[in-house]
């Protein structure tokens, strides 16, 4: 049974970090994209960053850039999400999401939610002002 399961979100005030996880199980993350997002009541769920397990070639978001980075633990089957410097406008429940034959490149515009196939329950962040 496929299942990624995150954890690592909280509470934090502005300036701070947090370093999300995703765990896979049931199959392994050689071969997929994964993607984190983030989504806050109202709005649409957005691509925060994604990384191609097959090469390890990464996409961020223009206003995580420079604060965010994700990475990989092959060993683990895991993949983490590292945030710092957070803003208020970094809160939201963040989701990680697996999918293959996902096309990335550092200058895509954007990553569709619609592309992945499998997601995670989700965990909060939110960053106080």
């Known amino acids: 049974q496929v299942q990624l399961v995150e954890s690592g979100g909280g509470l934090v005030s502005t300036g701070g970090s947090l370093r999300l996880s995703c765990a896979a199980s049931g199959f392994t993350l050689d071969r997929v994209t994964i993607g984190w997002f983030r989504q806050v009541p109202g709005k649409e769920r957005e691509a925060v960053s994604c990384i191609d397990m097959t090469d390890g070639t990464t996409y961020y978001k223009d206003t995580v850039k420079g604060r965010f980075t994700i990475y990989r633990d092959s060993a683990k089957n895991t993949v983490y999400l590292q945030m710092f410097s957070l803003k208020p406008e970094d809160t939201a429940i963040y989701y990680c999401?697996?999918?293959?034959?996902?096309?990335?490149?550092?200058?895509?515009?954007?990553?569709?939610?619609?592309?992945?196939?499998?997601w995670g329950q989700g965990t909060q962040v939110t960053v106080s002002s």
């Open positions: 999401a697996a999918g293959y034959d996902i096309v990335i490149v550092p200058t895509r515009a954007a990553v569709e939610p619609l592309e992945f196939d499998y």
